[in-house]
Nanobody, 119 residues
Framework: QVQLVEYGGGLVQAGGSLKLSCVVS????????MGWFRQAPGKERDLVAS????????SYADSVLGRFTISRDNVKNTLYLQMNSLKPEDTAVYSC????????????WGQGTQVTVSS
């Protein structure tokens, strides 16, 4: 079993920054591709950013490209999301998720952390 716990959410003013962390335990972290998702009230959950198992490949949603950076530390078993130039529309519950290499879907999920950006 894999456990994921997110940290770092909170309230920030527009234009500010936050850094989310996701600590993973239970299996070999470096064997999983990872992603950050977000879900705003009344909206579907969207993939914000993803990173390959060894960190060599990243991808971003167009809405966050150039503002958010996903990274991972396979020694600390931790996934990060650095969020800069935050906008009110970034307000959502952010969740991390793990996907086995070659798998099509994310299998393991964290409980989520609230990010609120005030205007």
């Amino acid at each position: 079993q894999v456990q994921l716990v997110e940290y770092g959410g909170g309230l920030v003013q527009a234009g500010g920054s936050l850094k989310l962390s996701c600590v993973v335990s239970g299996r070999t972290f470096s064997s999983y591709a990872m992603g950050w998702f977000r879900q705003a009230p009344g909206k579907e959950r969207d993939l914000v950013a993803s990173i390959s198992a060894r960190g060599g490949t990243t991808s971003y949603a167009d809405s966050v490209l150039g503002r958010f950076t996903i990274s991972r530390d396979n020694v600390k078993n931790t996934l990060y999301l650095q969020m800069n130039s935050l906008k009110p529309e970034d307000t959502a519950v952010y969740s991390c998720a793990a996907r086995g290499v070659g798998a099509l879907e994310y299998r393991y999920w964290g409980q989520g952390t609230q990010v609120t950006v005030s205007s």
